[in-house]
């Protein structure tokens, strides 16, 4: 069984941000899928259903972003899985650009509260994640309002691309490992740095 969690803050005023890709990356799953993300379970909106016959369980944190790992770390512990290999979290990332996605096996938070939270809970930074491109804070620009803000039309077409290929990450690393979908996805990342510290 995989634990595939988006990350985001519920409520329709964060629809759509840019922080709120981790939960766009869900619902595309689900509706490739089939399957329905409705029932409210350990501080979070869950589904479960599966993906090329492998079960999965599809998590959206209602703990809001800085907490998510109260919400996921129940949901490790309920299902007796094993976070370094049936856990995949998917998260923003300001280091890339929109469209650009990136795959990682292991790792700090590199700054990002949501995944922060998840390595305290978790006790360990063991686990398989999707960064997902939301572009570089410009500069005099306050980070709580650009990670919370609308993309233009130009980034979210980009975007709409890279939720895509976040898909596709997940069913490569479900069905033959992070690897994998590293050198698929990872090889064509042409800009990387590490994230701002302090993400809201």
């Not at 016959?53 to 899985?81: H, Q």
């Not at 990002?112 to 804070?137: P, T």
Request: proline content about 2%.
């Amino acid at each position: 069984m995989y634990i595939i969690a988006g990350l985001g803050n519920p409520g329709k005023e964060y629809e759509s941000t840019r922080h709120n890709v981790g939960f766009d990356v869900i619902d595309a799953i689900a509706d490739k899928y089939n399957i329905s993300v409705t029932e409210l379970k350990h501080k979070a909106i869950i589904g479960k259903g599966y993906i090329e016959g492998r079960k999965v369980v599809l998590v959206k944190p209602i703990t809001f972003m800085n907490l998510s790992g109260e919400s996921i770390r129940p949901v490790i512990d309920y299902y007796k899985a094993e976070a370094e290999t049936d856990l995949i979290v998917i998260s923003d990332d300001i280091s890339l650009e929109p469209g650009q996605i990136r795959v990682r096996k292991k790792g700090s938070a590199g700054g990002h509260n949501g995944l922060k939270n998840i390595i305290k809970q978790l006790g360990h930074d063991n686990f398989q994640r999707v960064r997902v491109g939301v572009g570089e804070k410009p500069k005099n620009y306050n980070l709580a309002d650009w990670v919370l803000g609308h993309f233009n039309k130009e980034e979210k077409a980009a975007v709409d691309k890279a939720l895509e290929k976040a898909v596709k990450a997940v069913e490569i690393m479900m069905a033959d490992g992070a690897d994998a979908a590293m050198n698929e996805f990872n090889r064509k990342v042409s800009r990387e740095g590490e994230m701002e510290k302090n993400i809201f």
